[in-house]
C-alpha cells in the first residue's frame, strides 16, 4: 500500500469516526430527552425547544417590565429608598419551591443567573458594596443541606462583581 493510499484510507478513517461520534450524540440527546426533559426554570413545564431555559409562556409573562414603586409599593417606601422586582411571583413560584425545598439546586443557580442578568441593567447596581446573603436557621439549614440566599448570593456576586459579606448579620 502506497502512502497516498494510506493517506486517504486515514481520512475517510477520520470522518467515519466523525459520524459515528456525531450518531451517538445524537442518539444520546434524543434518550435524554426522551427520559429527562429539559423543564423551565420558571414553571417547571416541559420545555418544547431543547436548550432553552425558559417557555415561551414564561418569556411572556413572567417578567415585569414597567413597575411604579408609588402604586405596588407605598407602604414599604418609608423604609427603602428603591425597589426592584424583576419577575411576578405566581410565575416564579414553582422554581422558588423546587429550589428551596426539593433541593433542585440547578433550578436555583439558574433563576440567579436571570436576577443577575436583569441587575445588571440597572444603573444604581454599580452603587452596591455589598452582596449580604440572610442566614439561615441551623435547624432548616440541617434539614435543607443547603442555604438558598447563600447560593443565589455567590452567584450575584461573582456575576455582578460585587463582593459577598456573609457573616455580619450574626
Known sequence: MSNEEKIIL??????????????????????????????????????????????????????????????????????CEDVFVMFHYNYVKKGIISFKFKKQITQGKHLANLLAQGLKKQDWIKEIDYVIPIPLHPKAQRKRQFNQCEIIADILSKELGIKKQADNLF
Open 10 to 79: 486515514l481520512q475517510k478513517f477520520k470522518t467515519m469516526k466523525s459520524q459515528f461520534f456525531t450518531a451517538i450524540k445524537s442518539i444520546l440527546s434524543a434518550f435524554r430527552s426522551v427520559f429527562f426533559p429539559e423543564n423551565c426554570i420558571i414553571c417547571s413545564k416541559e420545555l418544547e425547544e431543547s436548550g432553552t431555559q425558559i417557555c415561551e409562556n414564561c418569556k411572556e409573562n413572567a417578567f415585569i417590565r414597567n413597575v411604579h414603586k408609588d402604586e405596588y409599593f407605598a407602604p414599604l417606601l418609608p423604609f
